[in-house]
C-alpha cells in the first residue's frame, strides 16, 4: 500500500477516537510496512474473556475447546522485559517455608491460559498458613502515522485487567492498568510505511499490582494440602485506543506475562505434638475413673485455638471402641478441647491433663502445648440418671445363745 504525494488532503482533522481489542493487531495487515518491534502475532485460536468466566473455566475445563494454551510456552526473546525477581519471603518464627510458582510466559492477551501449581507435601509437617502472591506485567508496541498534510498530536491508549483464579480458591485475584502515551508527529511524508517524520512508535509497559492473599482457615489449609496440583487459570483482557486525526495508520499488539508463587508456612514434623484423653461413665460418680467404670466410643469432641505465630487451629474427632480421642500433629500453642454432650448421660466430673488447662462445663481451655510434647490423659466424666444402689450391709454376727442349768432344792412354801 502507499500513499501518493498528490493525495487529496482535507485541510483540517479532528483527533478520532478507535479503541479495539489490544490482542487484535493490525500487523497482520501491514505486516510488509510496519516495523514494530515485538514478535508478529501467532495465528492461534483463543478463548475470549467477554464470554468466558475464569472460575467456570476451572471448575469445567472441557466447557471449553482445544484453543485454550496451556504453559509451557516459547521463551521470550531476549529484548522482552521480564518480571521482577520475587520478593523474598521471611520464615516464620520456629517454622518452615516451601514456594511453589504458576508461571505464564509472554503471550497475546484475551485468551485463558492454565498452569499448575504444586500442593503441600503432609509429610514435611503441618500446613499453617498459605500467601498467595499474583505479579503481571503488559506491554504495547504501538505504531501510528499521521496521513493528514499537517503535524498533529497522536496518543495510545492501554487499558484493562488480569485476573487469576486458582482452582477451589473462592477468591478471584484482580488488578487493573491504565497508562497512555502521548506524542507529535509531522505532516504526511507521503510513505505509509509507519516510520519517519509523520509516524510516531509508542512502547508502554505497566505492572498489575495485585494483594496478597494469605488462607489459613481449615477447608483451604486441606485444599492446599496432600499429592497433585492445583491449576491456575490466567485471563488479561487488555483493549488499545490509537487516537489521531481522522487519516491515520495504526498497528498495535498487546502481551502479558505474569506468574503466580504460593508460598507454604508450616510447622516442621520434628515439632508437633498431640492432646489425648477419654472419655467414660463414671458409675460411683467419684470423678475418677476407676474398676467399674466404663468407657464411651463415638463421641464427639472438637479442638480450636491458636500456634505460636497466631494460625487459627481447628480440628474435630470422635472417641475411638475403647473411648479414647487424640489431636495430633499439632503445633505448639494454645488450645481448648470442647466436648459434645453424648445422648443418654448428665454432666459428670471433667479433669485436665499432663499440658495443665481450666475446666469449665465440657469444656477444657487454656491448654498450653509445648514444642513437640505429647499431653494426655484429659478426661471427660459422664453418669446417669440411674440410681447406684448402696452395698448391701453386712453386720458381724451375733454371739452365741447362753444357756445355763438352774437346779432349785429344798421347799417352797409360798411367796415371800
Known amino acids: 500500500m502507499s500513499v501518493s504525494a498528490t493525495h487529496p488532503r482535507p485541510n483540517l482533522e479532528t483527533l478520532e477516537s478507535r479503541e479495539v481489542p489490544a490482542a487484535l493487531s493490525f500487523l497482520n495487515q501491514f505486516a510488509s ?10 495465528a492461534t485460536p483463543m478463548i475470549r474473556g467477554s464470554s468466558t468466566s475464569l472460575t467456570s473455566f476451572l471448575n469445567n475445563p472441557s466447557s471449553g475447546t482445544s484453543s485454550v494454551i496451556s504453559d509451557p510456552l516459547p521463551a521470550p526473546s531476549p529484548t522482552t522485559p521480564t518480571l521482577p525477581a520475587p520478593t523474598p519471603t521471611t520464615p516464620s518464627p520456629n517454622g518452615g517455608i516451601v514456594t511453589t510458582e504458576a508461571i505464564f510466559n509472554h503471550s497475546t492477551t484475551a485468551q485463558v491460559r492454565t498452569a499448575t501449581i504444586n500442593k503441600f507435601n503432609p509429610n ?21 502515522e499521521n496521513l493528514s498534510n499537517i503535524s498533529q498530536t497522536v496518543k495510545t491508549h492501554l487499558k484493562g485487567t488480569m485476573q487469576y483464579q486458582i482452582q477451589g480458591v473462592g477468591t478471584t485475584l484482580n488488578a487493573s492498568f491504565d497508562r497512555q502515551e502521548v506524542g507529535n ?3 504526511f511524508d507521503g510513505i505509509a510505511d ?21 488462607l489459613s482457615d481449615e ?23 490509537n487516537c489521531g486525526p481522522g487519516n491515520m495508520l495504526a498497528a498495535i499488539e498487546t502481551l502479558a506475562q505474569g506468574r503466580v508463587r504460593v508460598v507454604y508456612h508450616y510447622t516442621p514434623a520434628s515439632q508437633l505434638g498431640s492432646i489425648a484423653g477419654y472419655v467414660y461413665h463414671d458409675v460411683n460418680r467419684n470423678g475418677v475413673y476407676n474398676a467399674g467404670d466404663r468407657m464411651i466410643p463415638g463421641v464427639v469432641l472438637t479442638l480450636t485455638g491458636f500456634d505460636l505465630q497466631g494460625n487459627a487451629i ?11 480421642f487424640a489431636f495430633n500433629r499439632l503445633p505448639a500453642g494454645n488450645y481448648t478441647i470442647t466436648q459434645t454432650q453424648p445422648a443418654g448421660y ?31 490423659n484429659y478426661s471427660f466424666g459422664e453418669i446417669t440418671n440411674a440410681v447406684v444402689p448402696p452395698p448391701p450391709i453386712v453386720r458381724p454376727p451375733l454371739d452365741p445363745p447362753f444357756f445355763s442349768k438352774i437346779r432349785f432344792t429344798g421347799r417352797y412354801s409360798g411367796w415371800m
Open 33 to 42: 510496512l510496519a516495523q514494530v518491534t515485538s514478535p508478529p502475532v501467532q
Open 185 to 187: 508527529v509531522a505532516a
Open 219 to 241: 477447608a483451604s489449609l486441606a485444599l492446599f494440602s496432600g499429592n497433585g496440583t492445583l491449576q491456575v487459570a490466567n485471563l488479561t483482557d487488555a483493549k488499545a485506543c
Open 346 to 376: 448428665l454432666q459428670g466430673m471433667n479433669a485436665v491433663g499432663t499440658a495443665g488447662g481450666i475446666v469449665t462445663g465440657d469444656v477444657i481451655s487454656d491448654i498450653n502445648l509445648q514444642t513437640g510434647q505429647n499431653a494426655t
Open 314 to 324: 481447628s480440628r474435630t474427632t470422635t472417641t475411638g471402641s475403647n473411648g479414647w
Open 194 to 214: 509507519l516510520q519517519g517524520v509523520s509516524a510516531k512508535k509508542f512502547e508502554i509497559q505497566t505492572q498489575a499490582n495485585f494483594q496478597t492473599l494469605t
Open 124 to 144: 514435611l509437617g503441618v500446613l499453617t498458613k498459605v500467601e498467595i502472591i499474583a505479579e503481571g506485567s503488559i506491554q504495547a508496541d504501538a505504531a501510528l
